[in-house]
């Protein structure tokens, strides 16, 4: 189709969407390759070509003085065919153009529009680059075309597949859909799309590919077969497809076959709009596929040229035009005289009406690749009109020379055409990057099967990218028809998502989207979804049941309000209680014989050592301070070798006063007097007491919170500083019982009158097994039960020796005071 002008822009356009070739030999005639199969959309977008050329021609404020004019051709959906109309377009220009001059023969033609397929555009992109003539396509979106180095003068007006892939990522992530499969044709569009959504998404992480399979060209059966099978056996519910609309119909024909149902379709813009599939025995599977559609315009004016189309009756034969010929004729379902033999179908007579059939190609209330048409050609037109006000002088050429019209070179134009920025009457802002790609939008739609049958295919949103705020989703979520059975969103994943508190651990051999969640060790945290590795907790705190947070760590010791911290504080109190009320005894009697006996002092004084050693075990309860870590010790030694210190005197008294009644054995009684006695004592006592101060001094006991122990828990205790500190004095105080028991033991077959040493071994024989038993159950009992094991060895050693040496003298007194006197202790008496 063609117009003449002074200016010629050229235009591909698919208006058949097949052709068939002829068999070649080398004995016959070349013959041309048929065309078959007229595509209405396709002829309105060369149509759209012509109309905005037109509007320019009429506008006086765009090129004035210059008429357009266009040669337009239709690729047969065949790629030798484009590529023959693209060098067609390309050759015919002359090395000079005088635009005063008649000149014979195809004006030049200075800028093309189209193609309508990437394969074929890139194509012809290659050869065109070489002469740096500009090419504006409106529907090639392979993202391989931005590359500047290969496609020096290449732009468009549709968005690059990168867009795509990203909107579609974006969508993706929208609804939390990470485990998808990707299905793609065979063809620089499919493979490219394929190869920036893998790198995309392993770029952004919006997921897994469940599969990658390439759509055949061919109808190869058993290969969709396959394909199908594999869709409906995978977990994954959502499918992207980037395919046109040939492919799809194989494709859903195979999906209707082996009935493959619950799935999320995703459409690429080739097949978004695609009537063909909206057919109400596809629609129950397609219904609710959600596709990324070419931004939509509206162009005033266009259904009324199209009105306008009319055959050239007086030359029907003119191959000029005879693309409207050919519309009339699939049109209207005639043809033009003469017709071809075997036609039994009416005559084309050039008076059929356009507003009287039912056709597709006046429906302008969904303009989209004829809008990226309209902005293609004013593109073109503003980029020349830009070159003819250039001033001499101060042109952007060598010398600040300007282009002209009648010496013009196409690589001038691509000059102006990069810096090309207009807005279209719809209120769109057109302009190109570095890569010759327009500012991206597209559309997002929403397929709906309506009750009635009929379908419909609605905007609910856009994504598009601005300087400001970058690459922004728009979703109108209310409004989007999900075909499921909650009419809601569907799951799509491979592993449901990690909660907080467990961790993501990949499986072997599979996509970074298959995992399994494993719960968090003790200890460590993740308070996040999907979280990859889990927290340690700081050191006071520990990971609570749930493993989402951290919460700190339980402090324990030995508490008065546990019920092991009461026992044994009710037991301390119970020793110390009896201890006051044997001294009140013996108080009360301490005239009578048996108290009198061996040095009361020492048994007033044992009594109140035994006390203390009692009360010193409340020090070993409740939360460990400096001072009672310091004071718990020393106490203890304090006192348990008083007592001890004690019941050695009293048995060597014993001893001594047995030897003093044997003949001439009196005097060893002078060496174990009042004050011999409370010297020893005192001595024995001090020197624990001296311990204590250089073992507090050098090394003195403190708190501790323990964290070894118990990951979970602090104990708190009291650490003893100095083991060789405590060992000394543990050790001296053990030396001492030794030597107590020893002695006793060495007295026990003493006459009854000096029975007192028996009841001493006894206690001492108590004594000592609990503290031999106390330390391997101490060093062996961890936190506050260390310190439970003390104070039992405190409360039961203080236990036996108050039972043992003060029980019996109790006893008699209390009991049976016949036995209280002095008679009966020498000996004398009625009763033994």
């Given at each position: 189709m063609?117009?003449?002008?002074?200016v010629?822009l050229?235009?591909?356009?698919?208006?058949?969407?097949?052709?068939?070739f002829p068999?070649?030999?080398?004995?016959?005639?070349?013959?041309?390759?048929?065309c078959?199969?007229?595509?209405?959309?396709?002829?309105?977008?060369?149509?759209?070509m012509?109309?905005?050329?037109?509007?320019?021609?009429?506008?006086?404020?765009?090129?004035p003085?210059?008429t357009?004019g266009?040669s337009?051709?239709?690729n047969?959906g065949?790629l030798v065919?484009?590529?023959?109309?693209?060098?067609?377009l390309?050759?015919?220009?002359?090395e000079?153009?005088?635009l005063?001059?008649n000149?014979?023969g195809?004006?030049?033609?200075?800028?093309?529009v189209?193609?309508?397929s990437?394969?074929f555009?890139?194509?012809a992109?290659?050869?065109?680059?070489l002469?740096?003539?500009p090419?504006?396509s409106?529907?090639?979106?392979?993202?391989?075309?931005?590359?500047?180095?290969k496609f020096?003068?290449?732009?468009?007006?549709?968005?690059?597949?990168?867009?795509?892939v990203?909107a579609m990522?974006?969508i993706?992530?929208?609804?939390?859909?990470?485990?998808?499969?990707l299905?793609?044709?065979?063809?620089?569009?499919?493979l490219?799309?394929?190869?920036?959504?893998?790198?995309?998404?392993?770029?952004?992480?919006?997921?897994c590919l469940?599969?990658?399979e390439?759509l055949?060209?061919?109808?190869?059966?058993?290969?969709?077969?396959?394909?199908?099978?594999l869709?409906?056996?995978?977990?994954?519910?959502?499918?992207?497809?980037f395919a046109?609309e040939?492919h799809?119909?194989?494709l859903m024909?195979?999906?209707?076959r082996q009935?493959v149902?619950g799935?999320?379709?995703?459409a690429?813009?080739?097949?978004?709009?695609a009537a063909?599939?909206?057919?109400?025995r596809l629609?129950?599977?397609?219904s609710?596929?959600?596709?990324?559609?070419i931004?939509?315009?509206e162009?005033?004016?266009?259904?009324?040229?199209?009105?306008?189309?009319?055959?050239?009756?007086?030359?029907?034969?003119n191959?000029?035009?005879?693309?409207v010929?050919?519309?009339?004729?699939?049109?209207f379902?005639?043809?033009f005289a003469?017709?071809?033999?075997?036609?039994v179908?009416?005559?084309?007579t050039?008076?059929?009406?356009l507003?009287?059939?039912?056709?597709?190609?006046?429906d302008?209330?969904?303009?989209r690749?004829?809008?990226?048409?309209?902005?293609?050609?004013?593109a073109?037109?503003y980029?020349l009109?830009?070159m003819l006000q250039?001033v001499p002088?101060r042109?952007p050429?060598?010398?600040r020379?300007c282009a002209?019209l009648?010496?013009l070179?196409?690589?001038q134009l691509?000059?102006?055409?990069?810096?090309?920025?207009?807005?279209?009457?719809?209120?769109?802002?057109v302009?190109?990057?570095?890569?010759?790609?327009?500012l991206?939008?597209?559309d997002i739609?929403?397929?709906?099967w309506?009750?009635?049958g009929?379908?419909?295919v609605?905007n609910?949103?856009?994504v598009k990218k601005?300087?400001f705020?970058?690459e922004e989703?728009?979703?109108d979520?209310?409004?989007i028809?999900w075909n499921?059975?909650?009419?809601?969103?569907?799951?799509?994943?491979?592993?449901?998502?990690?909660?907080?508190?467990?961790r993501?651990a990949?499986?072997?051999?599979?996509?970074?989207?298959?995992?399994?969640?494993?719960?968090?060790?003790?200890?460590k945290?993740?308070?996040?979804?999907?979280?990859?590795?889990?927290?340690?907790?700081p050191?006071?705190f520990w990971?609570?049941?749930?493993?989402?947070?951290?919460?700190?760590k339980?402090?324990?010791f030995?508490s008065?309000h546990?019920?092991?911290g009461?026992?044994?504080?009710t037991t301390?109190l119970?020793?110390t209680f009896i201890c006051?009320?044997?001294?009140?005894?013996?108080t009360?009697h301490?005239?009578?014989?048996i108290v009198?006996?061996?040095?009361s002092?020492?048994s007033?004084?044992?009594l109140?050592?035994?006390?203390l050693c009692?009360?010193?075990?409340?020090?070993?309860?409740?939360?460990?301070?400096?001072?009672?870590c310091q004071?718990?010790?020393a106490?203890?030694?304090?006192?348990f070798?008083?007592?001890?210190s004690?019941i050695?005197v009293k048995?060597?008294?014993v001893?001594?006063v047995?030897?003093?009644?044997k003949?001439?054995?009196?005097?060893?009684l002078k060496?174990?007097?009042?004050?011999?006695?409370?010297?020893t004592?005192?001595v024995l006592?001090?020197?624990?007491?001296?311990i204590?101060?250089?073992?507090?001094?050098?090394?003195?006991?403190?708190?501790?919170k323990?964290?070894?122990?118990?990951?979970?828990?602090?104990i708190?205790?009291c650490?003893?500083?100095?083991?060789v500190?405590?060992?000394?004095l543990?050790?001296?105080i053990?030396?001492?019982?030794?030597?107590?028991?020893?002695?006793?033991?060495?007295?026990?077959n003493l006459p009854?009158?000096?029975?007192?040493?028996?009841?001493i071994?006894?206690?001492?024989?108590i004594f000592?097994a609990v503290?031999?038993?106390?330390?391997?159950?101490?060093?062996?009992s961890?936190g506050?039960?260390?310190?439970?094991?003390?104070v039992?060895?405190?409360?039961?050693?203080?236990?036996?020796?108050l039972v043992?040496?003060?029980?019996p003298?109790?006893?008699?007194i209390?009991?049976?005071p016949?036995r209280?006197t002095k008679?009966?202790?020498m000996?004398?008496?009625?009763?033994?």
């Amino acid at each position: 189709m063609h117009k003449p002008g002074d200016v010629i822009l050229g235009g591909l356009f698919e208006v058949h969407y097949t052709s068939v070739f002829p068999d070649w030999t080398f004995s016959s005639e070349p013959r041309q390759p048929s065309c078959q199969g007229f595509d209405t959309l396709g002829f309105r977008h060369a149509q759209t070509m012509a109309f905005a050329i037109d509007e320019i021609n009429r506008n006086s404020n765009l090129l004035p003085n210059v008429t357009l004019g266009y040669s337009l051709y239709d690729n047969c959906g065949a790629l030798v065919i484009g590529f023959s109309g693209a060098l067609s377009l390309a050759s015919g220009r002359e090395e000079q153009f005088q635009l005063q001059e008649n000149c014979l023969g195809t004006p030049p033609v200075l800028g093309i529009v189209g193609d309508s397929s990437s394969t074929f555009t890139i194509a012809a992109s290659n050869v065109l680059s070489l002469y740096k003539m500009p090419l504006v396509s409106h529907f090639a979106t392979c993202s391989c075309l931005s590359d500047r180095q290969k496609f020096p003068s290449f732009f468009r007006t549709i968005p690059s597949d990168a867009f795509q892939v990203r909107a579609m990522i974006q969508i993706l992530k929208r609804f939390h859909w990470t485990w998808m499969g990707l299905l793609v044709t065979s063809d620089d569009y499919g493979l490219h799309a394929a190869q920036s959504f893998q790198s995309d998404l392993a770029r952004y992480g919006g997921g897994c590919l469940a599969y990658l399979e390439v759509l055949p060209w061919d109808n190869d059966l058993s290969e969709l077969r396959r394909i199908v099978h594999l869709i409906k056996t995978s977990t994954a519910r959502v499918v992207i497809v980037f395919a046109h609309e040939s492919h799809m119909i194989q494709l859903m024909e195979e999906v209707v076959r082996q009935n493959v149902t619950g799935l999320q379709w995703i459409a690429s813009e080739a097949w978004t709009a695609a009537a063909l599939l909206q057919t109400p025995r596809l629609m129950p599977y397609l219904s609710g596929t959600l596709g990324i559609a070419i931004r939509r315009g509206e162009i005033p004016g266009l259904r009324d040229f199209l009105l306008k189309i009319h055959p050239d009756l007086h030359d029907i034969n003119n191959y000029e035009n005879s693309m409207v010929n050919l519309f009339w004729e699939h049109t209207f379902q005639c043809r033009f005289a003469p017709p071809p033999a075997g036609w039994v179908g009416a005559l084309c007579t050039g008076d059929e009406n356009l507003e009287n059939v039912e056709t597709e190609i006046l429906d302008v209330s969904n303009l989209r690749p004829e809008y990226n048409v309209y902005k293609a050609v004013y593109a073109l037109a503003y980029a020349l009109d830009d070159m003819l006000q250039c001033v001499p002088g101060r042109g952007p050429f060598s010398g600040r020379s300007c282009a002209t019209l009648q010496r013009l070179e196409p690589w001038q134009l691509v000059h102006y055409l990069q810096k090309v920025n207009f807005t279209t009457p719809f209120g769109d802002q057109v302009s190109f990057d570095e890569n010759g790609d327009a500012l991206p939008v597209y559309d997002i739609m929403n397929w709906l099967w309506l009750p009635d049958g009929r379908t419909k295919v609605q905007n609910v949103g856009e994504v598009k990218k601005s300087a400001f705020k970058g690459e922004e989703l728009t979703l109108d979520e209310n409004k989007i028809f999900w075909n499921f059975q909650f009419k809601e969103p569907p799951q799509s994943v491979c592993s449901e998502s990690c909660p907080p508190g467990t961790r993501i651990a990949r499986k072997k051999g599979q996509p970074e989207c298959c995992f399994d969640c494993i719960p968090c060790s003790d200890g460590k945290i993740s308070n996040n979804t999907d979280s990859m590795e889990c927290t340690s907790c700081p050191e006071d705190f520990w990971s609570n049941p749930q493993r989402d947070h951290c919460v700190p760590k339980k402090i324990e010791f030995l508490s008065y309000h546990e019920p092991l911290g009461i026992c044994l504080t009710t037991t301390s109190l119970l020793g110390t209680f009896i201890c006051a009320v044997v001294l009140g005894i013996f108080t009360h009697h301490r005239s009578t014989p048996i108290v009198r006996a061996n040095n009361s002092e020492l048994s007033f004084l044992l009594l109140i050592s035994l006390k203390l050693c009692f009360l010193c075990s409340l020090l070993f309860i409740g939360s460990p301070r400096l001072w009672t870590c310091q004071l718990r010790h020393a106490a203890f030694g304090i006192s348990f070798v008083l007592c001890v210190s004690c019941i050695l005197v009293k048995t060597m008294v014993v001893l001594a006063v047995f030897k003093a009644s044997k003949p001439g054995g009196g005097a060893s009684l002078k060496w174990f007097g009042a004050m011999q006695q409370r010297g020893t004592v005192l001595v024995l006592t001090s020197i624990q007491a001296a311990i204590c101060t250089a073992w507090l001094v050098s090394s003195s006991p403190a708190p501790y919170k323990n964290i070894q122990y118990q990951n979970d828990k602090i104990i708190y205790e009291c650490v003893v500083g100095s083991t060789v500190g405590f060992a000394v004095l543990l050790g001296y105080i053990g030396l001492l019982a030794i030597l107590s028991f020893l002695l006793a033991f060495l007295a026990r077959n003493l006459p009854d009158n000096f029975n007192e040493a028996k009841f001493i071994t006894f206690s001492m024989l108590i004594f000592c097994a609990v503290w031999v038993a106390f330390v391997p159950a101490y060093v062996n009992s961890p936190g506050k039960y260390a310190d439970a094991v003390e104070v039992f060895a405190i409360l039961a050693s203080s236990f036996g020796l108050l039972v043992a040496l003060f029980g019996p003298k109790c006893y008699i007194i209390l009991l049976r005071p016949e036995r209280n006197t002095k008679k009966a202790l020498m000996g004398r008496g009625t009763t033994r």
